[in-house]
Each structure stands twice: as structure tokens, then as C-alpha cells.
């Protein structure tokens, strides 16, 4: 048995890596969010000969071709199926990262990742704190396909991050499309921390750009301001951001000015960005498909009312999704879409 | 209407043969009187109680041959995934239990004589009194800290009292390589492996020796030296955990396994499944440890499963398995170094399923006499005792002497006394150590970060 030395060594290996811009000297080619995913894992295998892939139906790529290729380069031990018990994939793989490997576990959706829940918050993200720190599961990430796809009814729709979210001891990392997604799952697989990873899937193919092809990590619980505006703070996570922005498109038409931030990691989670964009704007919208009632922009909402009471011109509004299971046919009235925002933004800008 | 008569008549047999199945003369106790452990409510009478099975007496392990099938067309052969599949023109359940219950793997008898002449796995002077000495102060251990929590020392405890033989001969047919997933009524087995007694009421009393630092309630032991996975509460979560590591151990071929162990109840959650499933599909080291003593808090097995306990699952997993008497030191010590051996040389997970007796209540919040007789209680926490079978045995040897024994037990008594009160003086931890061990910060801050190779390196973007 051995501890993560591993990560301590790649963080050495880090304090003398040159800090730079992704513009300056990474070649890079247009995937898709997928393919994106797909080269994290093949670069997670390669440079950690003690990591390893497993879940339901990944051996011959995953039913979301994140895996494919990766069992026929790294041997069937390294990337292989499991039976289909989501309890058993993330309890295999805390025992397996206790033992000082990097297991990342696949969840086919999200929405089944709840048998594994008590796996995940009692185990998991107890294990280093309840021993003293004398073990850890540090190496396990899950990842899992998350939120609305167009036809995924209640079953394979959901986006349940706010659970992870109330967990002490776990992380919650959500990318936005293939250049972050690549560089952020790379980041949880070499985090010391158990950390739940939620990839949108209706991004998987849809979303395409450039992503330099080395490998490149991105710093977990930083926010990132993808858009700089003056009169209202956006902030959003996934795949709803694409959603927001194009709200922040049409309210630039009708003379509003909005600043998105994308919040990349969930918990811990960014609030000086957060802070410092509404101390600015004075207004402050949040947006995620999960249900509106106990989802993580209650959370932000009311740490931002705590920091920033005095600075808020108006109400903070959440544009979420509605407190029904989700709806097969009626997804496009569940979902927070562009107008809903839009209507968010200008209700709140006019307040 | 053919087929509605064949169909009656394929019935009728069916419920024939079945009849036929039942009127077997079953292989009754021979010691009615012993047979007081509450397994399952199965409607075939358990036969394991004080009965010696001169057949199965060996280990056995040419039991995974190949599936016998009566009344088979042999010449229709379905191709199926997993293997061909014999076709037969009987419609056949298969009963819900088996005629007889499985045999129980026993070498002493309740009065610590070998049951057989047979060789078993030889247990010699020096090794068995270091067993009977780490029961003996397990006892002790349990029964003052037992006390220490009803003055109101410390918080909560829970003992293993009864159930001695499965804590430390197992762990004595192990070696300190073999890592350990505990449930909780296994401190035996840190205790073998050198846990001292002043580390055990450091835990219970929660103060700043104590590895935990003072965040689980007692008797959540755990010791990274030792091999000892940090104990929790909940029920079965560890199980799935020694497959995953058991992979690890595979993987990275050491000569070692997983073990990990977890009671009756337990076997009811998903988590027991499943982990028994992952282990036989991955084919990893492991050894599926059930103490099954009759009651999971105040439910009795009756109430927990229907199967005849728990080692029949096994072969519905594709697990070997072994039902031994768990209140025989030297059949747990020879079932575990058998299965040892099996699960590493043959990257195979074992179930051991040992029947014993919860001889204590469930813990100290628990008070059982509510819910089972006064009398089952006594007569395990006597005449079944697994600590004073075992001395028997050594007695028989000439290996033991009352002089000694008395020695013993004062000079633990001693031990446990002085580490309680040590423990009770020592400062609780600091309470910075509230906030510890949460997140370690990763990768370093960005100001930390420097020149350097970044062509062969991982780049942090902004």
C-alpha cells in the first residue's frame, strides 16, 4: 500500500513548470468534446502507469466514445467493463485509489450515479478525514454524463451536482467544452481529492474547437470570466453556458451589458471572482438546468447576498429548471432556455 | 390441447420428483441440544451443530468441477454466452434449498477435543498460545472498556465478545501484507497484528494520541502501519473497497490479499452483492470474511435472509466458499491459511462464512434481553465460549496451567486499566484539527508555479 506519492511528485514537477497562455506554442486541432475527454484519458493513462478506466461498457469505447481506442493502447487490466452495479464501480474504486492509484470510474449517466451515493458521501469523501489522514482516497475520480440531450426523458436528463455539492470532502468539477474539458479532467485525475466530474452530454459532439493536443491542466476552484460586461454578473457551469451566452448576445443588442462567468468547479468554488464581477455589475443572475429548489444557485445567491448585500441593485435572479422530474416532451418548457434569461436580465437590470 | 396436457404432466412430475426430494432422510443433529444457533428459518434443520462430517473433513477444492445435469437430451447443446448449455425436455426448478444444509468445518468440539484424526494445519505451542493470549486480553479489553462506558468514561462501545476465535485466528493465518477492510468487531485482529492497548483507548476516548484525531466514535480503529483500514459505520461500503484494492494488489502482483470482514446483516445490502460480483468477474485476491452470528442489532437471521446463511451465495457469484465454526480457533485458522494460499496463488476471491454468536448486545446502546431468551445468551457465553474451548485444547496439550492463566489475566487487566486511565488524562486534540485533512490544496498556488521544461511537462493554463 502507498500513498498518492504520486501527486506530490507531479506537483513538484509542476512548481518548475513555466506558467503560460494556451495561445503562445501548443499546436492545436478542432475535436469534439468527446474526442477532447478521450485525449485527457489516453494522457491520464500514459504518463501514470498505476491509473485506470473502468465502468459499464467502456472496454470497447463507452456508449459516449470516451474510452474508445484506450483498452486496445493500455491493455484490458488498465481500461475495462465492470458489471453493471454503480455501488460496486465506485466502491471498487475507492478501495483501488486507497491503494495509491489513480481509478477514475465511469457512471454511464448521471442519472444512475445514485446507487453509488452512499459509496461517494460516506466513504469517499470521508475516507482521509475520518482516519486522521492516515488513508486516503485522493486518486478516484467518477466521471458521468450529465443534463438535457433533446430526448433524454427523466432518466437520462438530470443534472444532480447539487448533491455532491452539500458533501464535505468531495470536489465538483463541471467543463463547459473540449478545451476545458480536457484540461480540467486532467486536473481531478491528478487531484488528492475524491472529485465527482460532470461532462454535458449534449455537448459530446455538438460542442467542437480548438484544443492544443499536449498535455495541459487547469487550475480547479478558479472561475473564469469568458465574457467581461458592466451591468449584470452571469454565472452558469456545463453546458448552460452556451445558453447564457447567447442571452448575453441579445441583451448587448438592447444595450445590456453582461459579464459570464463559467464557475468550472462547484465545491470549493470561486466566490472572490464571483464577488469582485457583482461588486462591479451590482446585479447577479445565476442559471443551471437542475431544479430551481435546493440547486447550487441557492447556494450562491445566498453567499453573495452575504458578501455584497449593500452593493446588489436588485433581487438576484435564478434561471433554473423547474421543480418537476424531468419531462420528456415538455423539455422545452422545463429547461432555463435564452429567453428565460433574457427576460431574467432585463427584469433584473430594470428592478 | 397437446400441449396444455404435456404441460400438466411435465408439472406433475415436477411436483413428484420435489415430493420425492423432500422425503431424503435428512442428516439430522446428532446433539440436539446444541442446536440452538439462529440461522436462517430454512424448513431443512441445520445439521452443522457438534455434527463431524467424516466427508468433508479436508479442504476441498476440486468443488468447481463441471455442472451435473440428470434427465439431459445430450445431444441438444444450446450455444449460449458463458458456455454451452444442455438441453433437457424436463421442466425442472431448481429447489430453493438444498437437502441438507451446508456442512460446517469444525476440528475441536465443544469440549476442545480434535473431532477427527485426520490431519488438520498443525497448530504448534508457541503460536497457539499467542492466539489464546490475544483472545484472552481481547475479553479483558472488552469487558473493562465495556465498563469504562457504562461509568460514563467514554461515549460508546461495542464488544466482540463470543466471537474471539474469528478475530484472532484469522488474523493469525494471515501476515501483516494481507490488508484488512473491517466492519467493526474485528479489533481483534489489530490487536494480533500489535495494536497496543493504550492505542485502543487512545480511539475510544478520542484524545490527541488517538490516529483519528478525535472525529469517530470509539471503536473506529484504524492503523496505517498495521494494514487496518480506518473502521465506519456504515454497513457493507467496505466490502466493494477490498475488491477495488484487491486489484491493486493483483495488479501489482504482490503476494498478498485483501481481506475484509462484515456480519450477517450486512450480507442483505446491495454493496455485499455487488462486491462479491466485481470479485469474481476481476478475479482478484480477496476474502470475504461473514461472521454470522445469528443477529444483525435485534433482527435474527430468520428475518435477514431465506437461503441456508451465507456461504451458498457464494457459488451463485462463481465464489468458492466454506462454512466453518467460527467458535473453533483451529478451524478458522485452517479454513483462513487455506483460502490465503487459494486466493493468492490463484487470484481468486474465497467467502468463509464462520457461524458464532453475538454473545454481547449489539453495543452499549443496545440492551438485547429485549428481544431474545436470557438463556441463548448464557448458554453461548458458556458452553460454547470460544476462548475456554480453545484453552481446553491447550490443556489436553499440557501447554497451559491455571498459574499461568491467572497470571495472564492480572497482568492484562493491569495493562487495560493503566492505558484507560493514561488515555483519560491525555489532552483532546487541537482544534485546528476540526478543519484538517478536508481538501489538500492542488495543483500549488499559481505563485508557487516557476520556469521549466514545459514541452515534457504538464502545462496549467489560465
Redesign the interface.
Known sequence: ?RSITM?QK??K??????????AN??SSKPINLFSAINQALDLALD?DPRS?IFGEDVRFGGVFRCTMGLADKYGK?RV?N??L?E??I????????????R?IAEIQFADYIF?AF??IV??AA??????????NC?GLTVRAPYGAVGHGGHYHSQSPEAFFCHV??L?VVIPRGPKQAK?LL??CI????PIVFFEPKWLYRLAVEEV?E???????SQAEVIREGSDITLVGWGAQLQVMEQACVDAAQEGISCELIDLRTLV?WDKETVEASVRKTGRLLVSHEAPITGGFGAEISASIVERCFLRLEAPIARVCGLDTPFPLVFEPFYMPTKNKILDAIKATVNY | MASLLSRFRAAHHLIRRLSERRAVPLNLNQNPTSNLLPLSSSPVPATFNGVWNQNSHSMSTETQGGLQHPDICTDQVLDFPGGPVLLTSEMSFISESARQRTSCYRVLDDDGLPVTDKSFQEVGKELALNMYSNMVTLQIMDTIFYEAQRQGRISFYLTSIGEEAINIASAAALTIHDVIFPQYREPGILLWRGFTLQEFANQCFGNKDDYGKGRQMPIHYGSRSLNYFTVSSTIATQIPNAVGAAYSLKMDNKQACTVTYFGDGATSEGDFHGALNFAAVTEVPVLFICRNNGWAISTPTSEQFRSDGVVVKGPAYGIRSIRVDGNDALAVYHAVSVAREMAIKESRPILIEALTYRVSHHSTSDDSTKYRPVEEIEHWRTVRDPTSRFRKWLDRNGWWTDKEESELRSEVRKKVLHAIQAAERQEKPSVADLFTDTMPAFPPPANDIGDGDAASTPQILC
Open positions: 500500500m501527486v507531479l506537483g514537477v509542476l512548481t518548475n513548470t513555466r506558467r503560460f497562455s494556451s506554442s501548443i504518463t485506470y487490466h475495462f465492470t458489471p452495479c455501488q460496486g465506485v466502491g471498487f474504486g475507492i478501495g483501488l485509489a486507497a491503494m495509491g492509484n481509478a446507487p452512499d459509496q460516506n466513504e470521508k475516507f482521509r478525514y475520518r482516519s486522521g489522514n492516515q488513508f485522493g464535505p470532502g470536489k484540461g486532467l486536473s491528478r487531484d488528492p481529492n492544443p499536449d498535455d495541459y491542466m487547469f487550475p480547479l470549493p
